[in-house]
């Protein structure tokens, strides 16, 4: 059975600060893929990041950065100098490879909340 | 045109109506998805569509019926709901269910209140 726990239900910071969101998955398959969405109050769940695991290499675009360990299961997702703008629920996401369905197993969400 | 729409934005339906939800993508994706979302909860697959044939149904009652008329169209219709039916509901397409195309692309969601 898959699952992808995000520890932190809710985090609040002020604008600038640095934060991590956390992501932690269970699976038994050697190949997977995970994902980060992030949904703001307007409902449409946006893309981030695809990472397959054979790709360990970190990944930075702008502000964002996401650090992938599979000895420890994480997928974090860092926003660095945040904004109001990041304020969003984020869904850390994975999935089988080799899924007919392409079904995603979705973490509960970490609803970020950014303060001026 | 990189983007899924759906419509409506919003929609109030009574236990005993009959409404559709409306999807649309011209992305030229293969795949097609209804999920359901309900409040502070992740998104639940409800349907599956690849090349227009329905290819996963994760036990959705039969008050749900989507249909998928042509690879760009993607409906949703809706009969005998019950008020526990409310929900934001969201449309997601890939460019197939292949493992080198498959992050989804969703669209922002139909909030339905059923009263």
């Known amino acids: 059975a898959q699952k992808v726990t995000q520890a932190q239900t809710e985090i609040s910071v002020v604008e600038k600060e640095d934060v991590t969101l956390d992501c932690v998955y269970e699976?038994?398959?050697?190949?997977?893929?995970l994902f980060w969405y992030k949904q703001p109050p307007s409902g449409e769940l946006v893309f981030l990041i695809r990472?397959?695991?054979?790709?360990?290499q970190n990944e930075i675009s702008g502000r964002y950065s996401w650090n992938f360990q599979k000895s420890t299961s994480s997928f974090n997702f860092t926003i660095t100098a945040s904004q109001v703008v990041d304020s969003a629920v984020y869904f850390c996401?994975?999935?089988?490879?080799?899924?007919?369905?392409?079904?995603?197993?979705f973490g509960g969400g970490t609803r970020l909340m950014v303060k001026p | 045109d990189t983007e899924v729409t759906q419509t409506p934005k919003h929609l109030v339906m009574g236990m005993t109506n009959k409404k559709s939800l409306k999807c649309e993508q011209h992305?030229?994706?293969?795949?097609m998805y209804w999920y359901k979302q309900k409040a502070k909860k992740p998104p639940e697959l409800m349907f599956v569509?690849?090349?227009?044939?329905?290819?996963i149904n994760e036990s959705v009652p039969s008050r749900f019926s989507p249909e998928c008329p042509n690879s760009s169209l993607l409906n949703l219709h809706l009969h005998a709901l019950q008020p526990e039916d409310s929900a934001l509901y969201l449309c997601?397409?890939?460019?197939?269910?292949?493992?080198?195309?498959?992050?989804?692309?969703f669209g922002p969601g139909t909030r339905l209140t059923v009263l």
């Open positions: 997601a397409s890939s460019q197939s269910l292949a493992d080198s195309y498959n992050e989804q692309f």
């Open positions: 699976t038994r398959d050697t190949t997977y893929y």
């Open positions: 990472r397959n695991s054979f790709d360990e």
């Open positions: 996401a994975l999935r089988k490879s080799n899924n007919a369905g392409n079904m995603l197993t």
């Open positions: 992305m030229g994706h293969r795949a």
């Open positions: 569509y690849s090349y227009e044939k329905l290819s």
